[in-house]
C-alpha cells in the first residue's frame, strides 16, 4: 500500500506537465539557521557557527522528501558576512545537490537599527533516475532514461532590518527559473520562490524570552505557505515552542509541531523538531523528524549592536 501511494505521490509531483521538486530546502528550525533563507542573514550574529541538519519527511512513504545540510556563518571585518551551505535534497527518484555561498553587508540606519543586504551565489545539480520507477508501461518514452539538468548556475538577494529585538526580512533564493528534459516539453523546472519573514523578542523574566515569528513562503509552482513559531528561550541553556504551518491556497491548517533546542555545552548546540500533518497525509504518515548540530564560537569582529536575541 505504501509503494502504490509513493508511486501516486512521485506522478503527481514530477512527471505531470507542468510538475516540480521541492527545490528550496524547507525547514522548522529556519530561526536556528535563517541564512538558509535569505542571503542577508550571512555573519548577523556576533559570533560564528557550522553545523549540519537532517529533515525527514513524511516517514513511512516511499520517496518521502529527505534533505541533508551542512552550513558554515562567518562575522568578517568591515561589516561583512559570509555564508556557505551545501545541501543535498532527495524526494522520490530526484536527487538535488546545491553549493550555495552568502555574502552579506551590515549598514547601521540609526541608533538601534540596521539593514543588511546580502547576495547569493548557487551551483546546483539536478538527476531524475528515472529507470528504477516501477510503472506499467516499458516502451513510455518518459521513463526509459534518466535526466540531468547538468551544473546550473544560479543567484539570489535578500534584504533585512533589525535591532536587537525585531527583525523583518525579504528574501528571494533564487532568482533564475531552469527547465530540462525534451525542448517541447517541460519535464522539470526550477522555480522562483519569495520569503517574507519576520518577528519579535520579549522579555517574560529575567533568563526566560519569547520570539514569536513568521515565515510567508510563495513559488510559481507550489501553494503559499505561512509558518508560525513561538519560541521560549531559557537563559543559555534551552530553547522550546510550538509551530503552525497553514497551507494558504487549499487549507488553513497543513502541520503542527514542537521544536526544542539544548546547549550541551556553551559551544555546542542540539535542535530536533517533530512535525504532524493535519492534511490528508495523516492517513498515510503522522510524522516528520529534524536534527541538527551546531557549533558555536566567538568572532572577533564586532558590529558594535548586542548579539541580536532572536538570531538563536
Given at each position: 500500500?505504501?509503494?502504490?501511494?509513493?508511486?501516486?505521490?512521485?506522478?503527481?509531483?514530477?512527471?505531470?506537465?507542468?510538475?516540480?521538486?521541492?527545490?528550496?530546502?524547507?525547514?522548522?528550525?529556519?530561526?536556528?539557521?535563517?541564512?538558509?533563507?535569505?542571503?542577508?542573514?550571512?555573519?548577523?550574529?556576533?559570533?560564528?557557527?557550522?553545523?549540519?541538519?537532517?529533515?525527514?519527511?513524511?516517514?513511512?512513504?516511499?520517496?518521502?522528501?529527505?534533505?541533508?545540510?551542512?552550513?558554515?556563518?562567518?562575522?568578517?571585518?568591515?561589516?561583512?558576512?559570509?555564508?556557505?551551505?551545501?545541501?543535498?535534497?532527495?524526494?522520490?527518484?530526484?536527487?538535488?545537490?546545491?553549493?550555495?555561498?552568502?555574502?552579506?553587508?551590515?549598514?547601521?540606519?540609526?541608533?538601534?537599527?540596521?539593514?543588511?543586504?546580502?547576495?547569493?551565489?548557487?551551483?546546483?545539480?539536478?538527476?531524475?533516475?528515472?529507470?528504477?520507477?516501477?510503472?506499467?508501461?516499458?516502451?513510455?518514452?518518459?521513463?526509459?532514461?534518466?535526466?540531468?539538468?547538468?551544473?546550473?548556475?544560479?543567484?539570489?538577494?535578500?534584504?533585512?532590518?533589525?535591532?536587537?529585538?525585531?527583525?523583518?526580512?525579504?528574501?528571494?533564493?533564487?532568482?533564475?527559473?531552469?527547465?530540462?528534459?525534451?525542448?517541447?516539453?517541460?519535464?522539470?523546472?526550477?522555480?522562483?520562490?519569495?520569503?517574507?519573514?519576520?518577528?519579535?523578542?520579549?522579555?517574560?523574566?529575567?533568563?526566560?524570552?519569547?520570539?514569536?515569528?513568521?515565515?510567508?513562503?510563495?513559488?510559481?509552482?507550489?501553494?503559499?505557505?505561512?509558518?508560525?513559531?513561538?519560541?521560549?528561550?531559557?537563559?543559555?541553556?534551552?530553547?522550546?515552542?510550538?509551530?503552525?504551518?497553514?497551507?494558504?491556497?487549499?487549507?488553513?491548517?497543513?502541520?503542527?509541531?514542537?521544536?526544542?533546542?539544548?546547549?550541551?555545552?556553551?559551544?555546542?548546540?542540539?535542535?530536533?523538531?517533530y512535525e504532524y500533518p493535519v492534511n490528508d497525509l495523516n492517513l498515510v504518515t503522522k510524522q516528520t523528524h529534524e536534527v541538527s548540530l551546531r557549533y558555536i564560537w566567538g568572532s572577533s569582529t564586532q558590529i558594535r549592536i548586542r548579539s541580536p536575541?532572536?538570531?538563536?
Amino acid at each position: 500500500m505504501k509503494k502504490i501511494i509513493g508511486i501516486i505521490v512521485l506522478l503527481a509531483l514530477f512527471l505531470g506537465e507542468k510538475a516540480s521538486a521541492q527545490q528550496v530546502p524547507m525547514y522548522g528550525q529556519y530561526i536556528f539557521n535563517n541564512s538558509v533563507i535569505s542571503p542577508a542573514q550571512a555573519g548577523v550574529r556576533d559570533d560564528n557557527q557550522w553545523g549540519i541538519l537532517g529533515r525527514y519527511q513524511w516517514v513511512g512513504i516511499d520517496g518521502a522528501p529527505t534533505t541533508h545540510t551542512a552550513f558554515f556563518n562567518f562575522r568578517l571585518p568591515s561589516n561583512l558576512g559570509l555564508a556557505v551551505g551545501i545541501y543535498q535534497d532527495n524526494i522520490g527518484p530526484v536527487k538535488d545537490f546545491t553549493f550555495q555561498t552568502d555574502v552579506a553587508y551590515h549598514a547601521r540606519i540609526s541608533e538601534k537599527w540596521y539593514l543588511s543586504g546580502g547576495l547569493r551565489l548557487l551551483t546546483s545539480s539536478i538527476k531524475v533516475n528515472m529507470l528504477d520507477l516501477q510503472h506499467v508501461d516499458q516502451n513510455d518514452p518518459y521513463f526509459n532514461q534518466n535526466l540531468s539538468s547538468g551544473l546550473h548556475f544560479n543567484v539570489g538577494a535578500g534584504l533585512l532590518a533589525f535591532s536587537e529585538k525585531t527583525f523583518f526580512g525579504v528574501s528571494l533564493p533564487k532568482a533564475q527559473r531552469k527547465g530540462f528534459g525534451e525542448r517541447n516539453r517541460e519535464v522539470n523546472v526550477v522555480s522562483r520562490h519569495l520569503f517574507v519573514y519576520g518577528g519579535h523578542t520579549f522579555d517574560l523574566l529575567d533568563n526566560l524570552v519569547v520570539t514569536p515569528s513568521t515565515l510567508f513562503k510563495t513559488s510559481e509552482r507550489a501553494p503559499s505557505q505561512l509558518d508560525l513559531n513561538a519560541i521560549f528561550g531559557y537563559s543559555r541553556l534551552f530553547d522550546f515552542g510550538p509551530m503552525v504551518r497553514s497551507n494558504l491556497t487549499e487549507s488553513w491548517l497543513d502541520a503542527v509541531g514542537f521544536l526544542v533546542g539544548i546547549y550541551i555545552t556553551p559551544n555546542w548546540y542540539f535542535g530536533y523538531m517533530y512535525e504532524y500533518p493535519v492534511n490528508d497525509l495523516n492517513l498515510v504518515t503522522k510524522q516528520t523528524h529534524e536534527v541538527s548540530l551546531r557549533y558555536i564560537w566567538g568572532s572577533s569582529t564586532q558590529i558594535r549592536i548586542r548579539s541580536p536575541r532572536y538570531f538563536l
